[in-house]
C-alpha cells in the first residue's frame, strides 16, 4: 500500500502558484519523497525528491516539514500544460530495488 | 521522449492467447523496471532487473507472467493465457545505478485489451 495520502483533485489559475500537500506520517529515516506527474495518456514523469531539505529544480519546489510527516510541492507559476496527475512517493533510495510504490495521485486541473 | 521505447504502443487480443511486450531503455541505463496501471489507480510494481538478473517480483506477477533482459539491454515481458484482468498499461522504466542518480524514466506504455 501507498504510505502518502493526498488530496484527489486540486484546481489551479493559470499563472497562479499550484501547491500540492502531500502526507506521510509513517516515513522512516532513510527514505526519501519524490514526487512524479503523469499526463494522461503518457508515462510518469519525474519531478524532484528529497530528504530533509527543501529542494528546487527547474520544474518545482518541495517542502518538507522538519519533521517530515509532510511535504508541499510547488509549481510557482502554472501552466496548462500542468494538467495531470501529481504522485507523491515514499521510497527508500540506498540499497534494494527502489521500487516506487505509487498511490492513486492529485488530479491537479490549470484552468485558463 | 524520455528516450524509453516501448512495443507495441497497444495490443487488442483474445483471451486465453500469450502476449509479449518489449521494452527498450536508455543505452547507459543497468537498471530495469516493469509497472502496471489500471484505469484510474496508480501505477503498480511488477519486477525490475539489474543488467540481466530479475532481483524482485511482486506478487502481482503470476505464474502466467514472465519477464526476462537477456544480456542486460532490452527486455520482454510475456503474459500466457491472457485474462481480461489482464487488460491495463503497461510501463516500462530505467534508471541508471549511480549514487546521484535517482529518476526513473518511464516510457509511453503498452496498452493490452484482452476481449
Known amino acids: 500500500d501507498a504510505k502518502t495520502t493526498q488530496p484527489t483533485s486540486m484546481d489551479c489559475a493559470e499563472g497562479r502558484a499550484a501547491n500540492l500537500p502531500c502526507n506521510h506520517s509513517t516515513i522512516s529515516g532513510n527514505e526519501y519523497v519524490y514526487w512524479y506527474r503523469q499526463i494522461h495518456s503518457q508515462g510518469p514523469q519525474y519531478i524532484i525528491h528529497?530528504?530533509?531539505n527543501n529542494e528546487t529544480n527547474e520544474m518545482a519546489s518541495l517542502i518538507i516539514t522538519e519533521d517530515r510527516k509532510s511535504s508541499t510541492l510547488i509549481l510557482p507559476h502554472a501552466t496548462l500544460r500542468d494538467t495531470a496527475v501529481y504522485y507523491c512517493?515514499?521510497?527508500?533510495?540506498?540499497?534494494?530495488?527502489?521500487?516506487?510504490?505509487f498511490g492513486k495521485g492529485t488530479k491537479l486541473t490549470v484552468n485558463p | 521522449d524520455t528516450g524509453v521505447s516501448q512495443n507495441p504502443r497497444h495490443k487488442i487480443t483474445k483471451r486465453g492467447q500469450n502476449v509479449t511486450f518489449r521494452c527498450d531503455p536508455i543505452s547507459e541505463h543497468n537498471r530495469l523496471y516493469w509497472y502496471r496501471q489500471t484505469l484510474g489507480q496508480g501505477p503498480e510494481f511488477l519486477t525490475y532487473f539489474q543488467n540481466e538478473a530479475q532481483l524482485e517480483k511482486s506478487r502481482l506477477l503470476s505464474d502466467r507472467f514472465s519477464a526476462e533482459r537477456p544480456k542486460g539491454s532490452f527486455s520482454t515481458l510475456e503474459i500466457q493465457r491472457t485474462e481480461q484482468g489482464d487488460s491495463a498499461m503497461y510501463l516500462c522504466?530505467?534508471?541508471?545505478?549511480?549514487?546521484?542518480?535517482?529518476?526513473?524514466?518511464f516510457g509511453p506504455g503498452t496498452r493490452l485489451t484482452v476481449t
Open positions: 512517493i515514499v521510497s527508500f533510495r540506498r540499497g534494494g530495488s527502489e521500487k516506487l510504490v
Open positions: 522504466a530505467s534508471r541508471q545505478d549511480r549514487g546521484s542518480s535517482y529518476e526513473q524514466y
Open positions: 528529497g530528504l530533509k
